[in-house]
Nanobody, 115 residues
Framework: QVQVVESGGGLVQPGGSLRLSCAAS????????MGWYRQAPGKQRELVAS???????NYADFVKGRFVISRDNAKNTVYLQMNSLKPEDTAVYYC?????????WGQGTQVTVSS
């Protein structure tokens, strides 16, 4: 009933930047927390950043100072601005939204950082 679609991934060289977008649609009344997770091959999915309905943010230590999460409530969209990208940032990035008592996941978007 709720769809979450990410975009903005791609191939970028080390030190470059990408901006990921995640738009939710469907039976949406009010979105609470939104966040970005990532999963590299052979590794567990991990939290990258999250943002509350009031704009409070939380970042994983490995992206602090490089990534910025933001949201546009009117568009039901969350963004992840990724700067100073490193090869170890290579992963599939997943958007997650918290709607009432249910979490919804996007399909994932591939980010590859390579020279």
């Amino acid at each position: 009933q709720v769809q979450v679609v990410e975009s903005g991934g791609g191939l970028v060289q080390p030190g470059g930047s990408l901006r990921l977008s995640c738009a939710a649609s469907g039976s949406i009344f009010s979105i609470r927390d939104m966040g970005w997770y990532r999963q590299a091959p052979g590794k567990q999915r991990e939290l990258v950043a999250s943002i509350t309905s009031d704009g409070g943010t939380n970042y994983a230590d490995f992206v602090k100072g490089r990534f910025v999460i933001s949201r546009d409530n009117a568009k039901n969209t969350v963004y992840l601005q990724m700067n100073s990208l490193k090869p170890e940032d290579t992963a599939v990035y997943y958007c997650n939204i918290n709607l009432l008592l249910q979490n919804y996941w996007g399909q994932g978007t591939q980010v590859t950082v390579s020279s």
